[in-house]
């Protein structure tokens, strides 16, 4: 089933929940809006138990914790976005903007977005929007199926570089919030043609992995343990070249990837993004405007090949 239709599910099952726990207690307003709040807030906790968890496995990392100011903001940030993104956004609005690629976009540098862990393309809808005022060509990736394993999504990855490129007559930014950014260096891997894209941006990409990947149960949850084999695989297989394309955008108040080192790739630009929660990462107005201004950055000098085994 796709991703769409069971957040959409999920979204009505928990709006019926929260209908019929008021009706049923109508004749005790207090604990009708008491329930109503605790249904409807249900999520906020969550969201706690996860900044309480980045703040004690992330003791003594190389990236310090944000402050109990900037967490406070991430998580009351991050209780208003995710309900936004996972209730309306990628259920009902994933098609809102469609990819745009037309004869006039061609000399005209595109953006490839791929999308995390049970997301949708609706992730990127506040890009997308900006990108299409801006007649900016872009294709957003629905990956599928949800759970298959990282590397599965690669040849859909390597059809939208070509589309793009065909259609541009130029490498595209490639950017990916997430698990994104895996399926991004997964690509790479297989490629072995960084000159194809213009730069990598990751936000927010476990990768070194991510504490809470130990809770989720589909292949590609626990590929992204900090210690699997798929992962050490990838972060063995770095050519000294490969890191000045990509762009890592990290944050220390990032509720799912922690500790917060685990999101930057050595020898790239890695940014930190101080308080910033997970989800609120992909949905800053600024933290668009710094991924897209790579658009205009100059095309890096050719790198020598790799040496024959």
């Known amino acids: 089933m796709p991703l769409a239709r069971l957040q959409a ?37 969550v969201l706690a138990v996860e900044f309480l968890a980045l703040c004690w496995v992330s003791r003594g990392d190389a990236v310090p914790v944000a402050t109990a100011a900037q967490l406070w ?54 890009w997308l929007e900006r ?36 259609a541009t007559g130029l490498p595209p930014l490639l950017v990916g919030h997430s698990m994104g950014g895996l399926v991004m260096r997964a690509w790479l891997r297989q490629a072995r043609a960084p000159e194809r894209v ?27 343990q900090p210690g699997h084999p798929w992962l050490e695989a990838l972060n063995a297989d770095v050519p000294a070249s490969w ?13 799912m990837v922690f500790p917060p080192s685990h999101a930057r790739l050595a020898g790239a630009d ?4 101080p308080g910033l929660a997970h989800v609120q990462m ?3 107005p600024e933290v668009v405007t710094a991924v897209l201004a790579c658009l205009d950055a100059p095309a890096l000098p050719t790198a020598p090949p790799e040496p024959a085994c």
């Open 9 to 45: 599910l999920a979204t009505f099952a928990w709006l019926a929940t929260l209908l019929a726990w008021v009706l049923f207690h109508r004749a005790s307003p207090g604990a009708a809006l008491g329930g109503a709040l605790a249904i409807a807030l249900a999520h906020a906790a």
């Open 73 to 126: 903001r991430a998580w009351w940030s991050e209780t208003w976005v995710a309900p936004q993104v996972f209730c309306w956004h990628q259920p009902f609005r994933s098609q809102r903007f469609p990819d745009l690629l037309a004869p006039r976009h061609h000399g005209r540098r595109g953006v490839v977005l791929v999308h995390g862990y049970l997301c949708n393309r609706g992730v990127w809808n506040l």
């Open 131 to 166: 990108l299409q005022s801006e007649d900016r060509p872009f294709i957003a990736l629905d990956l599928a199926p949800i759970f298959a394993p990282i590397e599965s999504h690669v040849p859909a990855l390597d059809a939208a570089v070509a589309r793009m490129t065909q």
């Open 198 to 224: 213009h730069r990598l941006v990751t936000l927010g990409t476990p990768h070194r992995g991510t504490w809470t990947a130990h809770f989720g149960y589909s292949p590609n949850a626990h590929q992204m």
């Open 243 to 255: 890191p000045r394309h990509f762009v890592c955008l990290h944050s220390n108040a990032d509720n």
């Open 270 to 273: 890695n940014r930190l993004l």
């Open 282 to 284: 992909a949905w800053r």
